[in-house]
Each structure stands twice: as C-alpha cells, then as structure tokens.
C-alpha cells in the first residue's frame, strides 16, 4: 500500500495531545470564512481567541458520510486498544486492513487521527478524549441545509 498522507510535525503531535477535545461542526464556506477572519482580527489585536480545534464541514451531508458508525468504532478502539500499527487496528475493529487504511488516511487528512512512525509500521493515535459535534441550526447558514430525499 501507497501512503501520500503527509505526518505531522513531532511539534504538531504534542500540541494536539495537550488538547483532550475535537469540536465537529457544519458551517457554510462564508461563515467559516467569517469565524477565522474574526479570529485573526482578535489575535492581532492581543485578545482572547478560542484554540479549541475544531474541524468544520460544509454540509451535514460531508458530516455524515465521513463519520459513519464504522468511522466511530475504529476511531473508538484506536483510543481505548491503542493499536501498535495499522494491521493490529484492523484486527481490533476484524475489518479488513485496507478499508481500515484507507479510512484512517481519510481521518489523518482531516486532523482525526496522526500517525506515529514505529519503524516500518505507523501507529495510529487518536489524540482526543472527546469528541464534540456541533450541529446549529441556523436558516442564515447558507449551504449547510443540504438535504437529499
């Protein structure tokens, strides 16, 4: 198997270890933009920002095509089994070893997940005790209301 996930940075691991929440959020495109713009604006001028780290969709579809039950099981059994590699996750969740490397791919790109390198094996780390999903209903959000029949 062919990897292009690329690995944190050891400063990155550590900082995200410090942190014991992931926040899961659906915003439109704008209103993300909005948050970072406003939170840039604050760090600049010395104020308080939120460091929480929180990962936002654009649409609940997104959401929950990326979070499926499956998703949250592996996630779950990396945290409490704390596999030493990709193959010992797979046997964990008794899935195949490619699904699973292909999801924790998926969830390295998007910050669920990193990678610690053991080697030749990489060890995946859910760094989080909790994860958050925070789901606003908001008719001013824009693109966030997708919905299919």
Known sequence: MNDTTPSLHPMECEQLRAESTLVITVKSSGKFHEDISE??????????VDSTPTLSFTNYNDL??????????L???????????INEAARVVDRDVKNVHEELSRL???????FEKDGQSKRPVVWFDELVINLPFDPEAGD???ASP
């Open 64 to 73: 929950m095509e990326t979070l499926t039950p499956r998703v949250l099981d």
């Open 144 to 146: 966030t209301a997708a």
């Open 108 to 114: 390295a790109q998007l910050g669920i997940v990193f």
């Open 75 to 85: 996630i779950e059994a990396i945290r409490r089994e704390e596999p030493s590699s």
């Open 39 to 48: 939170g840039i604006k604050a760090f600049e001028q010395g104020d308080a």
